[in-house]
Nanobody
Framework: QVHLVESGGGLVQPGGSLRVSCAAS????????VGWYRQAPGKQRELVAS???????NYADSVKGRFSISRDNAKDTVYLQMNSLKPEDTAVYYC????????????????WGQGTQVTVSS
């Protein structure tokens, strides 16, 4: 079973930057597409960025041009670099994975971790 651990969240001012990390282990994670999700209070969890095992990326319109997802397969870690942060980016950020990238939004197969809180506020 793959154990997902998110870290790197915190409090940042609007316009600031933050990088969050998702650490995991196991062959299936290494060969899967990985997604970053977020859940704001009172809202459903949404997929905001994804990266395939080959490095192809995709972003939600709300974060396109501001967020960048990357992965280091040697470290079994996926990163989300968040720039030009806005108050509406405030949420708990989670990662998860699926061997098929198009299934990430609806059916990630990992057990959800505890997430990492990102708060954008002055």
């Amino acid at each position: 079973q793959v154990h997902l651990v998110e870290s790197g969240g915190g409090l940042v001012q609007p316009g600031g930057s933050l990088r969050v990390s998702c650490a995991a282990s196991g062959t299936i994670f290494r060969i899967s597409a990985v997604g970053w999700y977020r859940q704001a209070p009172g809202k459903q969890r949404e997929l905001v960025a994804s990266i395939t095992s080959g490095g192809n990326t995709n972003y939600a319109d709300s974060v396109k041009g501001r967020f960048s997802i990357s992965r280091d397969n040697a470290k079994d870690t996926v990163y989300l670099q968040m720039n030009s942060l806005k108050p509406e980016d405030t949420a708990v950020y989670y990662c998860n994975f699926h061997p098929i990238a198009t299934m990430l939004a609806a059916s990630p197969i990992g057990s959800w971790g505890q997430g990492t809180q990102v708060t954008v506020s002055s």
